[in-house]
């Protein structure tokens, strides 16, 4: 049980001489590995390479874009630098990312030993990972077996009939389809995981409402990917058929529909981009309230709006479709449920700012990735009501304003909680602490890099510039804004760069953390820095929110208020 | 003329004027929003920062408001459902529009990398360059533009025009304009469609009702034939250009490529990748990828004296 | 280790570890849901936009004989469990070799009816729109069928040599599950291909 005494107790004693057993079995231990933390690095470890990856991709795109009629790059790789760039960067850099940072977090945070199905963990992981090196194989046998490799050039959503053989002959396309389908078998594996931990696992005493915002919000994350992934592996399980067996399922020629794609499709991609903000509002609703001095405000109706979001997400999909010619009562329920879901978003920021509000705001490198994060949550929801009212999305849409507006929710909110979430747990996980003067480096650069590339991007899209195009004519007015949004990328990439050394760095010379450098209040602070393979020698039990409050306050504990 | 920088908020059409109503009500509802959360925001960072000298207490511990809650609840509720109401409005106001009895009918029909537009009414076909009458006074003469698709899915984009709307293969679209001044006004394909996207432009001229009138008539008369083009049209019969392009009374009746009938009467080429001049013009007939790489038109490698034919005979087709 | 000082209502308690099974299961059920679902509404949608025929009322012929060897075979598997809790397990081979004899029945009329189809009709998967989401649909519901064939082979194979106990009971239900499952995909799939859209 936990108590005072427990925490006092070393927990486990370090084989003597772990350091020096030989690298090949290390590497082993890694690559045959069950366990959750070891899993969930591995993800976020392949993860953040991709995001490297990406980012080149973005870096390229952005020096083809700051001229007008520039001659960087050919249309061709321009095109496949944006369909791998939006593929890399969902699928294989903030998807592992996000499953990672859950299934490191999820069994420690709910007094769990490991994950409900270990094996299944592993395998999931190594599914993911396979898709991405099939993706990227692209680039050397994307033509086939004697022509030069080609990445997919098709767009990250690949629209039917563009997909067909006739517009895309050779295999690009299909290392797009079966890359994702793999990767997917993955996904739907660690999210059947995380839900079964949750559900099952967790220690005594912990109700579902007294789970911490990383389990709620995960939970939620992982019902919705239960959901939505199929309908993207039956789609490309159809445009296989199409491409390999004559089927028709989108062959326009022979009464197919291309308009059933985007259904299908959006029907996946719009509640994934909540499977990709949701783990990020958990770590918001982790850090700022641990930097604040105070519990979450309004924890009940926090994980309500969540839930309400989870629901409402998967009836919104055709407001990425305003303009494919919808009836005007199909485009008005859309715009209805699109804007609906601005009721909960804004409800979590409001309750992060109660949060805030009268506590003893620390501004640690962590806490202030996390208060950007939130006013850049403002601003990308205001841009998205904006892109919900179907007539302004009617001139806003497939535009550089729609760009800048994603790019606002996935860098600006997930990226930047990202970053928070790894000052804030990186001590657990290492057992020392980020340099912080380096953190504060990084991340100063990068809300300046952030802020010139994204808020000037709106610009172009008002202009009248719309994506995917490789090249502008100087006469449209877009040269300077392009140039600005190139120059901010600058500013990211040497941020990132500071991030990815201090990761490194820290490891051997960063200050030794202990138990509980933050003096926080959830499980996982309760344990060592790193903790055992275990976890928790004795499974805790657990009366609150924040069980190591009440330790630490025997007069005031939560649960006398909860 | 030179065409203005295509801003949507410099709107210069029925459709594009709602639209641009629209978006200053939404931008001043999210402004002020954005205004008051992000002063509260900031207003909180200033205030409520831990101090030197501070003891180690910790504040008190809230952990909600039901009545906070429930204000920003309801307020949220009734923004979004005045946006809502503002925004259905708008949507019918377009899109279910009855087009009164002098509206221009044209067909557009996009092609990888090009545009089509057909003018039932007229009876002619024509490319790229879009010719509408301006629309002024109480019986308006808009233009209603039905949209298909040759091959994959397109969008058209004139944004002081109109919003955009797609062009589906077997999902027959339609949109409308109505200009109120006259002049060049530029878009350019919205939706990927291949390798040449970027270039598939797009040049609506708006006329007065004279020149329009008078664009028209040429567009209706057959192909001149000039004698001193003569050779050159040999040519272009012989090689495989009558395959893809029709020169309406003459045996080029190809349905591939655009319309070139009249094809001087355009002031760009390739669907504005380069303006309509000689040389550019004998550089897209030798090879088209040089303008525009990956564009669906091979170069014939033709001998130097043929393609100077054929470029003097195009020339003759004002 | 020292016995919890507070005592935990029982509401308290969480759902227990022994449950994981079953909840990773109905985890997969509503994941495959999902998939089938998007093939129903394909098959739905494109339902009498075919350019050409044959059509499905021309060449569908309901399987009577299948479905209710599917169906029963369901019913064996419920059997086989009871059997196992109760350590017969002899009774329970039997019953689960059942289980597996109805479930290929059911294949090999699919391919009998996807034999006469193809050769007879002339209807392939790209025949028309009517045999592209003809063939998906109920060829991932028989790939699904297949799946299962396959894990209950395995366990009848455990079964004959000797390593299946009454230990294994929850397991097992685990694994029935998905045969059930499977069922109830094939009421839809039947009542929407031989009956609604026909």
């Known amino acids: ?548 409050w009440d330790l630490k306050h025997p007069e005031d504990p939560d649960w006398k208020y909860e | 003329m030179d065409p203005a920088i295509p801003n949507i908020f410099h709107p210069a059409s029925t459709p594009a004027d709602d639209i641009h109503h629209l978006a200053l009500f939404v931008l001043a509802i999210c402004g002020g929003i954005f205004v008051t959360v992000f002063s509260l925001l900031v207003y909180a960072v200033v205030k409520y920062r831990r101090r030197e000298g501070d003891d180690d207490s910790e504040p008190p511990q809230i952990y909600g408001s039901n009545q906070m809650e429930l204000a920003w609840t309801v307020i949220p509720v009734v923004i979004v459902f005045v946006l809502f109401l503002a925004t259905a409005r708008i949507i019918h106001a377009i899109e279910d529009k009855p087009m009164p009895p002098g509206t221009l009918e044209v067909v557009a029909v996009g092609h990888q990398f090009w545009w089509e537009f057909q003018y039932p009414q007229q009876g002619f076909i024509t490319a790229n360059e879009l010719h509408v009458p301006v629309s002024k006074g109480a019986n308006g003469t808009p233009t209603h533009i039905k949209l298909l698709s040759a091959d994959t899915d397109h969008s058209f984009w004139v944004p002081q025009l109109a919003g955009k709307t797609d062009l589906i293969p077997n999902h027959p679209n339609e949109t409308w304009i109505e200009p109120h001044e006259t002049g060049i006004y530029v878009g350019q394909c919205a939706q990927y469609c291949g390798v040449q996207h970027a270039k598939m432009l797009l040049r609506v001229i708006v006329d007065s009702p004279e020149d329009f009138q008078k664009w028209v008539d040429g567009q209706k008369t057959p192909a001149a034939q000039a004698a001193s083009a003569a050779h050159g049209r040999e040519v272009f019969e012989a090689t495989a250009c009558v395959n893809c392009h029709t020169v309406t009374g003459t045996n080029a009746n190809g349905k591939f490529g655009p319309d070139l009938t009249h094809f001087m009467s355009r002031e760009t080429l390739a669907s504005g990748a380069a303006l309509n001049t000689r040389e550019n013009l004998r550089q897209w007939i030798k090879d088209p990828d040089v303008i525009k790489p990956g564009a669906l038109m091979p170069a014939m490698q033709m001998t130097e004296a043929d393609i100077d034919a054929v470029t003097d005979y195009l020339e003759t087709l004002r | 280790m020292a016995a919890p000082s507070i005592a935990l209502k029982s509401h308290e308690i969480p759902l227990s570890h022994e449950l994981k099974g079953h909840v990773g299961m109905w985890c997969l059920i509503a994941a495959e849901s999902a998939i089938f679902t998007i093939f129903v509404v394909a098959y739905l949608f494109y339902a009498g936009k075919s350019l050409i025929g044959p059509y499905p009322n021309e060449v569908l012929h309901v399987p009577v004989f299948n479905s209710i060897c599917l169906f029963s075979s369901s019913f064996t598997i419920v059997m086989a469990e009871r059997a196992l809790k109760r350590a017969e397990i002899k009774l329970f081979g039997i019953w689960w070799f059942f289980t597996i004899a109805l479930g290929a029945i059911f294949i090999l009329g699919t391919a009998r009816e996807w034999y006469g189809l193809i050769y007879h009709d002339h209807l392939t998967i790209s025949t028309n729109l009517f045999g592209t989401t003809f063939y998906s649909l109920v060829g991932l519901h028989a790939f699904h069928v297949i799946v299962g064939l396959t894990g209950l082979t395995i366990i009848m194979i455990f079964t004959a040599l000797g390593y299946v106990t009454h230990e294994h009971e929850y397991r097992i239900g685990v694994f029935a599950l998905y045969w059930h499952f499977v069922d109830a995909i094939w009421v839809v799939v039947l009542s929407v291909v031989y009956f609604i859209a026909r």
Not at chain 1, 24 to 47: A, P, Q, S
Not at chain 1, 57 to 80: C, D, K, W, Y
Not at chain 1, 214 to 240: D, E, K, Y
Request: charged share 10%.
């Open chain 1, 1 to 548: 049980m936990l108590d005072a005494d427990s925490l006092s107790q070393p927990m486990f004693v370090p084989e003597a001489g772990a350091a020096s057993r030989p690298f090949l079995e290390r590497l082993h231990d890694w690559i045959v590995t069950v366990d959750h933390k070891k899993i969930g690095l591995m993800y976020v470890g392949y993860g953040v390479l991709f995001l490297v990856i990406g980012g080149i991709e973005a870096g390229i795109m952005r020096a083809q874009l700051a001229f007008a009629n520039n001659h960087l790059v050919s249309p061709e790789t321009f095109n496949r630098m944006f369909t791998m760039h939006g593929t890399t960067m969902i699928f294989f850099a903030a998807m592992p990312i996000v499953f990672g940072i859950a299934n490191y977090l999820v069994p420690l945070m709910i007094g769990a030993r490991d994950m409900a199905f270990p094996r299944l963990n592993a395998f999931s992981f190594w599914m993911s990972a396979l898709g991405g090196i099939i993706l990227y194989f692209s680039f050397v046998g994307g033509n086939g077996l004697y022509g030069a490799g080609t990445a997919p050039d098709v767009g990250w959503f690949a629209y039917a009939p563009l997909t067909a053989q006739a517009f895309s002959p050779g295999h690009s396309t299909d290392y797009w389809i079966i890359g994702l389908l793999v990767s997917g078998i993955g996904s739907i594996g660690t999210a059947l995981n995380i839900i079964t931990t949750i559900v099952c696992l967790r220690c005594p005493g912990m109700t579902m409402w007294r789970l911490p915002m990383i389990a709620w919000l995960n939970l939620i994350t992982t019902g919705l990917v239960l959901i939505i992934i199929s309908p993207l592996t039956a789609a490309q399980i159809m445009l296989l058929l199409d491409r390999y067996l004559g089927a028709h399922f989108f062959d326009t020629q022979a009464g197919g529909s291309a308009v059933i794609w985007m259904h299908f499709f959006w029907i996946f991609g719009h509640p994934e981009v909540y499977v990709l903000v949701l783990p990020a509002f958990a770590i918001l609703s982790e850090v700022i309230p641990v930097f604040s001095r105070k519990p979450i405000f309004g924890y009940n109706i926090m994980v309500l709006a969540t839930i309400a979001i989870g629901f409402i997400s998967l009836s919104v999909w055709a407001h990425h479709m305003f303009t494919v010619g919808m009836t005007s009562y199909a485009n008005a329920f859309f715009v209805a449920s699109t804007a609906a879901i601005a009721v909960p978003t804004g409800i979590k920021i409001f309750n992060w700012l109660g949060t805030m509000w009268g506590g003893k705001l620390i501004f640690a490198t962590a806490m202030l990735f996390c208060i950007a994060g939130v006013a850049q949550m403002l601003m990308a929801g205001l841009t998205g009501i904006m892109l919900a009212c179907a007539p302004f999305d009617w001139q806003l849409g497939n535009s550089y304003f729609v760009i800048a507006h994603f790019h606002y929710v996935i860098l600006g909110v997930i990226v930047f909680a990202i970053f928070g979430a790894s000052y804030y747990w990186y001590p657990k996980i290492t057992g020392r602490l980020m340099n912080e003067t380096l953190g504060k480096w990084h991340f100063w650069l990068f809300l300046i890099g952030f802020h010139l590339t994204f808020d000037f991007m709106h610009i172009p899209g008002i202009l009248g510039m719309p994506r995917r195009i490789y090249t502008y004519e100087a006469s449209r007015g877009w040269e300077v804004w392009n140039q600005i949004v190139s120059v901010g990328v600058i500013f990211q990439g040497v941020a990132v760069l500071c991030w990815v050394v201090n990761l490194l760095w820290s490891v051997y010379k960063g200050r030794k953390a202990g138990n509980d450098p933050w003096d926080a209040w959830t499980l996982e602070w309760s344990t060592t820095s790193p903790p055992p393979d275990y976890n928790y020698a004795i499974v805790p039990t657990v009366r609150s929110r924040r069980p190591l």
